[in-house]
């Protein structure tokens, strides 16, 4: 589990086949403070198990279908990287839940300056409309932002001076993919739902009442 607080930004140095994926060597300083093998870590919004480390970066494989549904698949050598530890008892939580497990792959659609910062509009599929709300929750590349407006299949997001200069975001362009995971909460609430009510009487009637809008 993850909170969407990017801690730094690493560099892939070297992209090494697998039988059945692919093995990339990241370059790092902040994350590695007390990072091991078998620690999971999140990159690009990707959460990775780390199966090697040393005292100037780490490694983790991503198998066949990690890489046909994120991004990863189409990283080289030298690409910037938005790298977050897993969640401890005491972390601050200053994002929100994120687990590190990709929906979808959205496109910037456009961006526009906005003093202090920059709004972009991202396109993502249209079956996964119902998970996205205006000011609720989203990761972009790992990146823990606020849904802005919403139309159709597009949500806007509002990029501050911060979250450009210390995260991959800052080189964004029409067209670039992206890495989209939304709320896992929205997620379980459909879960609840699609199931039946459960023992404490749970329902769409229920959440309405409790201040829960939008397309349930």
Same mark, same amino acid.
């Given at each position: 589990m993850f909170t969407g607080i990017v801690e730094e930004?690493?560099?892939?140095?070297? =992209?090494?086949?697998?039988?059945d994926g692919r093995q990339l060597r990241i370059g790092a300083a902040r994350v590695l403070e007390d990072l091991k093998i078998e620690d999971s870590i999140a990159v690009n919004g990707v959460c990775l198990t780390v199966? &090697?480390?040393?005292?100037a970066g780490f490694s983790v494989q991503a198998v066949r279908e990690? @890489?046909?549904?994120?991004?990863?698949?189409?990283?080289?050598?030298? #690409?910037?990287? /938005?790298?977050?530890?897993?969640?401890?008892?005491?972390?601050?939580?200053?994002?929100?839940? *994120?687990?590190?497990?990709? !929906?979808? *792959?959205?496109? *910037?659609?456009?961006?526009?300056?906005? !003093?202090?910062?920059?709004? =972009?509009?991202?396109?993502?599929?249209?079956?996964?409309?119902? +998970?996205? *709300?205006?000011?609720?929750?989203?990761a972009i590349e790992g990146v823990s932002l606020t849904v802005a407006a919403v139309?159709? !299949? &597009? @949500?806007?997001?509002? $990029?501050?001076?911060?979250?450009?200069?210390?995260?991959?975001?800052?080189? $964004?362009?029409?067209?670039? #993919?992206? /890495? $989209?995971e939304f709320d896992c909460l929205?997620? +379980?609430v459909e879960g609840v739902l699609a199931h039946g009510r459960p023992s404490g009487g749970l329902d769409e009637a229920a959440l309405r009442r409790m201040g829960y809008g939008g397309d349930l």
């Open positions: 930004t690493g560099r892939l140095e070297r =992209v090494e086949p697998l039988a199966v &090697a480390r040393d005292a990690t @890489l046909s549904k994120t991004t990863i698949g189409s990283l080289s050598a030298g #690409a910037a990287l /938005n790298l977050e530890r897993a969640l401890t008892p005491s972390t601050r939580m200053g994002g929100h839940f *994120v687990q590190g497990h990709v !929906d979808c *792959v959205g496109r *910037v659609r456009s961006l526009t300056p906005a !003093d202090p910062g920059r709004e =972009v509009w991202i396109t993502f599929p249209r079956e996964f409309a119902r +998970y996205v *709300v205006r000011t609720g929750s989203v139309e159709g !299949d &597009a @949500l806007k997001i509002a $990029l501050i001076p911060h979250t450009l200069d210390q995260t991959t975001l800052q080189g $964004l362009a029409a067209g670039s #993919a992206l /890495n $989209l929205a997620k +379980y």
